[in-house]
């Protein structure tokens, strides 16, 4: 087969055009533009088998980035797969706005708790440089990515396997500047709604609890003796929890509380000291 037949093969199997556009980049290196100054070219027996079996896993709503094994974020890669979350796009909306908040020379103490794949945390090393980055992970499997995230990068951040709950305890001495979190949010009965490729993302990086708030709460609660007079939280939330959220940061004694929009006008970053 040559590179235009398998294409047009993709295309016709897999609703998501942009989906099929991954796999060529991720198996062949292609892009659109790639594609079509190589559409005569012969794959390989084994590049077709790869891309037929890449396929299926597409069609069986496995997630893109499980299939190719990798995700975008900001301006950097990370590796990722089964047993641990997506990093998302308005994730992003949250490092820039903690990026914005410090001097580009901070070098104070940053905490990002529930890490996943280290998005946040290995995000906000890259682009302050001399921060000092404690990153929490409780799931072992999601533990083993943002260790090899780490690494694959090359970013000096410190990585604990553990419940953020608990491993509070172990910050005897340290304050922290900044505690951000993107936890899981969703309302446990929500979580079978959802589309189907995300059924494939780990429950325990989903389920918020009954209201999907129970993490804000406990993190507010457990961490707030861990900040810093002049620092401050930054949480990721979902599109409809803003006014449960005042609630929440009014009931733990902070003073500031400010949103910030994604790009549908929806509250989703919480800052609040
Ligand atoms: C929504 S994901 C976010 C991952 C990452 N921060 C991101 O934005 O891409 C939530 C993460 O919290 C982790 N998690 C859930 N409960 C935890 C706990 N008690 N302690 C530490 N991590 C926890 C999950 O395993 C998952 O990786």
Redesign the pocket.
């Known amino acids: 087969m040559t590179i235009l037949e398998l294409y047009i093969l993709g295309k016709k199997e897999i609703e998501n055009k942009n989906d099929v556009l991954f796999l060529f980049k991720s198996i062949f290196g292609f892009d659109r533009l790639g594609i079509s100054l190589n559409s005569d070219v012969k794959v390989t027996n084994q590049q077709e088998e790869l891309f037929l079996n890449k396929l299926e896993q597409l069609k069986n709503n496995i997630p893109v980035q499980y299939v190719v094994e990798s995700v975008d974020f900001l301006d950097f890669n990370l590796k990722c797969g089964e047993g641990?979350?997506?990093?998302?796009k308005e994730?992003e909306i949250l490092v820039n706005e903690i990026v914005k908040k410090v001097d580009k020379n901070f070098n104070g103490n940053i905490v990002?708790?529930?890490?996943?794949?280290?998005?946040?945390g290995i995000g906000l090393k890259r682009r302050i440089e001399k921060t000092n980055v404690f990153c929490?992970?409780?799931?072992p499997k999601?533990f083993e990515y943002l260790e090899y995230n780490k690494k694959s990068l090359n970013v000096d951040i410190n990585c604990i396997l553990?419940?953020?709950?608990s491993?509070v305890n172990n910050f005897k001495d340290r304050m922290f500047d900044v505690i951000v979190?993107?936890?899981?949010?969703i309302r446990t009965s929500d979580i079978k709604n959802l589309d189907a490729n995300i059924q494939y993302e780990?429950k325990?990086?989903?389920d918020g609890g009954e209201d999907g708030l129970y993490?804000y709460r406990k993190i507010l609660s457990t961490w707030k003796r861990k900040l810093k007079i002049n620092g401050f939280f930054a949480f990721?939330i979902g599109y409809d929890q803003d006014e449960e959220m005042k609630g929440i940061v009014k009931n733990e004694n902070l003073k500031h509380m400010d949103f910030v929009k994604d790009d549908n006008g929806y509250n989703r970053v919480c800052i609040c000291s």
């Open positions: 641990v979350f997506i990093p998302r994730t990002d708790l529930c890490s996943g794949t280290g998005s946040i929490i992970e409780k799931s999601a553990g419940d953020i709950f491993e979190s993107n936890p899981p949010y780990p325990l990086a989903l993490f990721e």
